[in-house]
Every structure is written in C-alpha cells, then in structure tokens.
C-alpha cells in the first residue's frame, strides 16, 4: 500500500488564498480559493496558505484547524480566539511553520501548535514562527503556543512578540527564540511563561534587541547557553533554568526572583551578578539534590534585601544535619553589607567562604501532621492541624496553576508556642479551571519560614476519557468514552510542570497505551486536548 504523506512531500502541497467576502470567518468555504483548481474550498491538512492584504480573519471558538502553513502578508490580521485550535505541520516556501510581513498581525488567544506533524521526525520546517520587521503576534491571557519541533530555530523575531499566556518550545535543534534588529524595532515582552527546552542555545539575542521579562521564563536542556548574545534581557519576574546565561546584559531588578534548576539544578552566569532586592527561589528534595547558583565572577547581595526563599520536598527536619552550597562564586568574590562571614536569612544560617552553604540546624518550629485541599462548591475548602508550634507567628496560604510558582492568596494567624493539637482551615473562593496546587508558608516571629508539602486539585468539567490503572508500573492506559472524530493531543507532566510525554492519538482511536516503565516514581497528571476540550487526570507511577 502506498503511503499517502510521501506523495504529499514528493509532489507539493495545494496553496489556498484567502479570497474573503462579507466574512471574516476561517471555516467558511467561500473565502478561499485553491490555487491550482481555483475552486472555492476550506484549505485541507496539506495546504499552504497565503492570506494577502488589510483583512481580518478569525478561527472561531471551538473550531480545530490542521494545515501545512501560513504566509501573513500586505497587512493581514489572523486571530485564533479562545477556544479555538490551529495546527501548522510543515514548512512553507520559506520553510517556515508561520511567516509574516511587515505590518501584519497574528493573535493567539486559543491554541496554536507550530510543526506539529503526527511523525516529529519529518516535515521539520527551518523555523517555527518568523515575525518580519514590523510584524506583531501576541499571545494573549488565554492563549498556549507550543512549537514541539524546528531544525534551524523556533522562533525568529525582527517584529514584537507579545506574551501574555503560555508559550512552550521543544526539541528545537538550533535557536529557542532568535531576535535581530535595532531598538524599536525588535521587542520581546513576556507577561506570561515562557519555557524553552532542548535548543542549542534558548534565547539568541542580538543587535541590542529588548526583551523585557515580567512572567516567568524557564530555559534548560541547551547544548550552548540558555541565554546569548549583545541585547538586554530585563528580568522583573522569574528567570530559571538548567545552564549558562551570559551575564554581561542579564539584569534581574528588585523584586525579582531567580531559580536556579528546572526542578533541581544548576543555573550559572558567566560573570559578575547583582543580587541586590532579588529573590533567590533553591529547590531542595534532599542531601544531595538541591538547586545551585554558581556565578564565574562576583556575587553582589544584601542581608536586608535580598531573600532566600526554599521549596522542594524536603521536610528540613534537623535529625539529618548538614550544609547545602548553595551559592559559589569562583572568584571568591562576595560582596556586601556584611559584618561577619554569617548570617541569618529567612531563619536559615548561611555561612560565607568562597559561596555560601545553609544549614537547616532547629529549623522545625511547626509540626504539621496534616494537609488537604478538597472541593466546597465551587470554591476549595483547605484544611491543615499541627502537634506543637514554637514561635508560630502564621501561615500564608500559597496558590499556583503550574505547581513551582505561587502567590499568597491569604493569611491565617498561628498559635504561637504551644503543645495541643492545633486544627486550621482556609477556602479558596477563585480556583482556576483545570490545576490548582496549594501550599502553606509558616512564619515565625523572627522572621523564620518554612513550606508544607504541596497539594494539588482539578477544577472543571467530568473528563471524556478515563486513565488508568491509577497506580500504575509498566502501562497506563487512556481511554475515551465515545471514539473521538478528530485526533487528540496526549501530554503528561511531572508535579515540577515539566513535560516528560507527548503523543498525537489519531482520530477514531479508542484506547492510547503510554509506556511509563522508565518513569521516575511519583505523581503525574496526564493532559488531553481533543475536540477543542483540555481535560486532565491525575495517576501515580509506583
């Protein structure tokens, strides 16, 4: 039998211009036309499409799209609102997944996937999504680009790149993001998360390019640095990840936080850098797993400024004593206001040599022996009790959608110092459609801190499909409860929210077996997007 996706590579691939008409709508027949027949028809999985000149057009909610490719030129508009689907699966003329002209604007606030044939090992375009000078896409608040796979890069910016929403990279073989050009005319603005893995190098910024940091960006799995080249990269919110940055244009501002590792791990800066009013987010899941800053130059902090923040599973008891280094740099040089060669920070003792190691010696003033997050309505009802408290000033109650960064959503006060049973609740009122994680933040009087383990909960609608065994060894097995008409994206991600498994299930197939022999032990969710719909469920791997 002859396959069917040789003759589509061997012989070309059907171009479809955007003809338009009275509407603006994707799905509507009449506004295309297909080059070679010049029939009016919706552009098939194996079209290139062209859509020329000032017009706007849309892909309405709950519409799933699958082509070749796009070319936005002469000024078009393309939106994918929310709700709706878009995926490119190989290379234009250009070879690029999505290309655009100068003047021409592309908004996701749905979701977008960029190279993303059913076979990640052909059809590879040289790059994902070309933004042409004077070119805008923004990602909006609702919006998820992924680009699972590119040869040369996966995203050139000449224009401006917006985020708001989510943007994931993988497997690309070059560049994450490339940015060329002059200031003014070439701008990254991230509100959102960006995360970048496997590149050669995550972030190639070059010709004084800006790209101005105020969301979360995670680069790790780059055979180069995670972050290169002469532009300015201005982190005022989250930067982390596994790897080198150039340091010379790194510049993290007060109130930012840098976190080391891509859920354990080393983040290294190739020269000087100032922590000064920065937050520094270690990882710590035991003795010999914890995150590590190194800087190959001088390290500039301040005792009353700067901030140590921990997280991971550690319980931090003080029976299994010891130091973790932290921080080194290989200089020797750190500098600051310091008096002595240690201090106190968040209730840790670190001690200063060439880096600085901490010690959890008697950092236990809480004993939590309980944790839950369960539904109330439409709200989550979170309960906690602790043995005995010393010095227990109270808890923060932490919330966050990806399970690493959280924001306080409130307070409850401690008891003090005592020796009874202490029983707490919280409710959450504004849980977000899809995963919740939750945590407590334990304040003592002295300014000392300490995390509960993390707790997590699926808010939203009764899935299609059903996963199991739940506890599972070799197999897991996702099954639908009616045979969906169109095929179905399969990711699972580890409690950290790093992808470990992605797999397209073709239409018409009922069952979807995913090997987890080889996984590490613990919790997984598993996040299937089919018919428009995301649904997730949560398995453990023994």
Not at 277 to 289: A, S, Y
Request: aromatic fraction near 10%.
């Amino acid at each position: 039998m002859f396959n069917p996706l040789f003759f589509t590579s061997a012989w070309g691939s059907d171009f479809f211009d955007w003809i338009g008409g009275a509407s603006g709508n994707w799905n509507v027949a009449a506004n295309w036309e297909n080059r070679r027949t010049h029939l009016n028809e919706l552009p098939p999985i194996d079209a290139d499409v062209e859509i020329n000149g000032n017009v706007i057009v849309t892909i309405p909610n709950s519409v799933v799209v699958t082509i070749e490719s796009i070319f936005l030129k002469g000024g078009a508009q393309l939106t994918i609102v929310a709700g709706a689907s878009l995926y490119t699966r190989k290379g234009n003329t250009g070879n690029d997944g999505i290309s655009l002209d100068a003047s021409c604007t592309l908004t996701v606030n749905g979701t977008l996937y960029i190279n993303d044939p059913v076979d990640l090992t052909v059809f590879a375009p040289d790059v994902g999504l070309n933004i042409d000078p004077g070119a805008v896409v923004m990602v909006g608040s609702t919006g998820n680009l992924y680009i699972p796979n590119a040869e040369t890069g996966a995203i050139k910016v000449k224009g401006v790149l917006t985020n708001d929403g989510s943007i994931t990279i993988t497997n690309s073989n070059g560049y994450g993001i490339l940015s060329t050009g002059g200031i003014g005319s070439s701008r990254i603005t991230n509100n959102g998360t960006l995360t970048i893995s496997g590149a050669t190098t995550g972030l190639d910024l070059s010709s004084s390019v800006e790209f101005d940091n105020y969301g979360t960006v995670i680069v790790s799995g780059a055979s180069g640095k995670l972050l290169d080249g002469s532009g300015g990269f201005h982190n005022q919110g989250t930067f982390g990840g596994n790897g080198t940055v150039e340091a010379d244009d790194f510049i993290s501002y007060p109130g930012s936080i840098i976190a080391p590792g891509a859920s354990i791990g080393t983040l290294t800066f190739d020269n000087d850098l100032d922590l000064t009013g920065v937050t520094l987010l270690i990882e710590i899941n035991g003795e010999n797993t914890y995150d590590q800053l190194i800087v190959q130059g001088e390290i500039t902090l301040d005792p009353s400024t700067s901030t140590l923040q921990f997280g991971g599973t550690y319980d931090f008891d003080p029976a299994p004593m010891g130091d973790f280094g932290i921080m080194t740099s290989t200089t020797g040089q750190i500098t600051g206001n310091f008096t002595t060669t240690s201090y106190t920070l968040n209730g840790a003792v670190l001690t200063q040599s060439t880096g600085f190691a901490v010690s959890f010696s008697n950092f236990l003033p809480v004993e939590l022996t309980a944790f839950t997050a369960q539904p109330l309505g439409k709200a989550v009802q979170l309960r906690w009790s602790t043995a005995t408290e010393t010095n227990n000033n109270y808890f923060s109650i932490e919330h966050s959608t990806d399970g690493r960064y959280f924001t306080e959503i409130g307070r409850v006060g401690g008891a003090g110092t005592s020796q009874e049973l202490h029983f707490y609740s919280f409710v959450h009122d504004a849980p977000a459609k899809g995963m919740n994680y939750y945590r407590l933040d334990q304040h003592d009087y002295d300014g000392g801190r300490q995390y509960s383990n993390i707790e997590a909960l699926f808010f939203g609608e009764k899935n299609h499909w059903t996963a199991y065994p739940t506890l599972a060894r070799d197999l897991v097995n996702v099954e639908w409860q009616e045979v969906p008409n169109r095929r179905s994206v399969v990711e699972a991600f580890n409690l950290s929210g790093q992808m470990v498994y992605r797999q397209v299930a073709p239409s018409q197939s009922a069952v979807l077996q995913i090997p987890v022999a080889d996984w590490a032990p613990g919790m997984y969710w598993l996040m299937v997007q089919s018919n428009g719909k995301v649904e997730v469920q949560q398995f453990m791997k023994e």
